[in-house]
Structure formats: structure tokens, C-alpha cells
């Protein structure tokens, strides 16, 4: 059983990126934060580990990749209206993101993208709770105008 998820992020610039988080209105665990990481909590058993880009180099023997010009990931969080994804894309474009791309709707489901100051990359969306429990193809077989 998962009980909690760590996502780990590099970064060139740790207070930059914790101003960043806070910026978000997530919250940093201080037991979990020094000069070579943070720990910011998204909510209950959701976390972001930032660490310093010499730091995170020890937990592995790949080469670690410069978020700016490489994606490997995009880490999406679900809303729970397309009101609640402008409003998290609003607070993020305010603490310094930056927004790669105009916004998704494909009318079940509204998506936007934002870049945080070293270039990782994450994404708001709402599915409407119909195409979430039938899948897309089945919504929109039941409901053709809103392709």
C-alpha cells in the first residue's frame, strides 16, 4: 500500500524555488528542509522534494537532466472546476511560472500548463466527474456538442 508520494525536482536555486512552492500556497516541513532540500507539502501524503542539483545528482548515476531544454515529466494536478485551474495557474504565474502553452479544452476536460522558474513542469486540469467515470470516448458519445 502507498501511504504518501514524494515527487523529487532539481533545482539551481533552492530559496528561489521555496519562495516559488509558497507562492502556491503549499507549505514547507522545516524537519525535512536544509541547505540541500526541501521538503514542500502539497496536501496530506503529497510532497515535492527540491533538491539542489548537486544534491539530487547522489540518488543517482544518470546524468541529470536541465529541466529548461528536457522533459522527462510532467507532474498534473486535478481540480475540482475549470475555476480552480485558472485560479492555480494564477497564483503560479504571480510567484514566477511561467506558461508554456494556451490552455486544453476539449470540453470534458480543461487543462493548463505551467513551467516553475527552472523549467519542471506541471499541469492544472478539471475532468468533468461523467468523463472521469466512463472514460472520454463514452462521454462524448453521449454528449457529441461538446467535442
Known amino acids: ?31 525535512f528542509t536544509d541547505e540541500n532540500a526541501a ?6 501524503n503529497l510532497y515535492l522534494m527540491v533538491l539542489t542539483r548537486d544534491f539530487f545528482a547522489t540518488f543517482t548515476d544518470k546524468p541529470i537532466a536541465d529541466p529548461s531544454t528536457s522533459m522527462m515529466t510532467q507532474t498534473a494536478f486535478s481540480r475540482d472546476s475549470r475555476e480552480a ?10 510567484a514566477g511560472a511561467s506558461e508554456p502553452r494556451v490552455a486544453q479544452d476539449y470540453g ?7 513551467q516553475d522558474p527552472d523549467g519542471n513542469e506541471f499541469s492544472a486540469l478539471w ?9 472520454p470516448a463514452a462521454y462524448l458519445a453521449e454528449h457529441p456538442t461538446n467535442a
Open 39 to 44: 521538503c514542500i507539502v502539497i496536501d496530506d
Open 127 to 135: 475532468m468533468d466527474p461523467v468523463a472521469s467515470e466512463k472514460g
Open 1 to 31: 500500500m502507498v501511504t504518501s508520494i514524494f515527487v523529487n525536482l532539481a533545482t539551481s536555486d533552492l530559496e528561489r524555488s521555496k519562495a516559488f512552492f509558497e507562492g502556491l500556497g503549499w507549505t514547507i516541513n522545516p524537519a
Open 108 to 114: 470534458f476536460m480543461y487543462a493548463r500548463d505551467f
Open 85 to 94: 485551474v485558472d485560479a492555480m495557474l494564477d497564483k503560479a504565474l504571480a
